[in-house]
């Protein structure tokens, strides 16, 4: 589908109420082009989504007199790019990156300045079929001007979300997230993904059933049976069975932190303000996990009372409300109290405890 100018030249004169600032426009300006703009609308034409397309401008200043540039740009998104070439120049302003910002550029009489302009449709976020835009260009002496542009866009589906954020997760947990993949464009497509990759990420694909939308598919990833600590971000990059079309893509990130964990990550008692009480909250995240073998027996040992004890409903987590027996000391205390978990892979919490010092 070629897209048809909604205005001539004539009427794109952008009378300055968008682009123009009071520092940039004369008091009395001339409400006339002063560049002859070819073509008057830039048709990109027809472009698969995750693809490129671009096309240039040719402006030439027709005012009989030298041409003073305030900015071309700002561009509504960064799914669009420009740079400026002056044919008639050399050195470093022969060819510039165009950033929307203030340029202060003179065209010489009837000097010539190209705009090669790109449109990135992997930038965008919300499924486009078909765009239109337009970049202002700002004068000194004169009324500014719109280039306008349109590209037609083959998005055949939408996916959501572009990233699945699995938060923090252990190791061991296995955890899964899901992302959607709805026709756009086209009615129908095949998306049979069943597979596990060679990091242990298990992919798989089902057709699913949604009111009011095109044939749906839902992605379900797992995350490996062991993952290493720290942040992750793994890209999934698939294909239906659409000729030509672009590959579905889904990025997976998250953080993943030891199994067995506690909070807070340090005990405070203070006696002397009578806080002889703390709570303690241990989790096991990894499928496998239990705290059966926890031995609580160490905070005992280190002179402490065990009041209160509280299963989770899967047995993957434990409160323990602990009293301290002692009296508070003129030096105050920190010590690590190393509690035995009977898991393989970690083996001991070390749980760090404050006594705060006598006060008054």
């Not at 709805?182 to 497509?189: E, G, K, M, N, Q």
């Not at 506690?262 to 239990?290: I, N």
């Not at 160490?298 to 009293?323: H, Q, W």
Request: hydrophobic share 40%.
């Amino acid at each position: 589908m070629r897209f048809l100018p909604c205005l001539t030249l004539a009427g794109i004169l952008f009378l300055g109420v968008v682009a123009c600032s009071p520092q940039e426009s004369h008091p009395q300006t001339l409400a006339v082009a002063p560049l002859s703009v070819e073509p008057e609308f830039l048709d990109l034409g027809s472009v698969t989504f995750g693809e490129r397309t671009s096309g240039v401008y040719k402006l030439r200043n027709t005012t009989g007199k030298p041409l003073l540039v305030s900015r071309i740009g700002p561009f509504s998104c960064q799914c669009v790019s420009a740079e400026l070439e002056l044919p008639a120049r050399t050195g470093a302003m022969a060819r510039q990156r165009l950033d929307g910002k203030r340029l202060n550029l003179t065209l010489g009489v009837e000097e010539q300045m190209l705009i090669h302009f790109t449109l990135d449709t992997s930038r965008y976020r919300i499924p486009a079929s078909r765009k239109v835009g337009s970049i202002p260009v700002v004068f000194q002496d004169y009324s500014g001007m719109v280039l306008q542009w349109g590209s037609d866009i083959w998005n055949p589906f939408s996916v959501e979300p572009w990233n699945v954020d699995l938060g923090e997760i252990g190791v061991r947990q296995g955890v899964s997230g899901t992302a959607l993949v709805v026709a756009h464009d086209t009615i129908d497509f095949g998306l049979d993904v069943d597979f596990v990759d060679d990091e242990g990420w298990a992919v798989r694909s089902n057709l699913i059933s949604v009111l009011g939308a095109g044939v749906t598919y839902q992605l379900t990833f797992t995350a490996p049976e062991v993952l290493p600590e720290g942040p992750f971000q793994k890209q999934f990059v698939l294909h239906t069975d659409l000729n030509g079309a672009p590959p579905v893509k889904v990025a997976v990130t998250g953080f993943a932190r030891p199994d067995l964990s506690f909070s807070p990550t340090r005990l405070v008692f203070d006696p002397s303000a009578d806080r002889l009480e703390a709570q303690l909250v241990v989790t096991h995240r990894a499928v496998d996990g239990s705290l059966q073998n926890l031995q609580l027996q160490a905070f005992e040992d280190a002179g402490f009372e065990i009041t209160e004890e509280v299963s989770g409903a899967n047995g993957k987590s434990l409160m323990v409300r602990l009293r301290f027996l002692g009296e508070a000391t003129e030096a105050g205390a920190n010590l690590s109290i190393e509690v035995p978990t009977g898991d393989e892979h970690n083996p001991i919490l070390k749980v760090p405890v404050s006594i705060m010092p006598k006060r008054g």
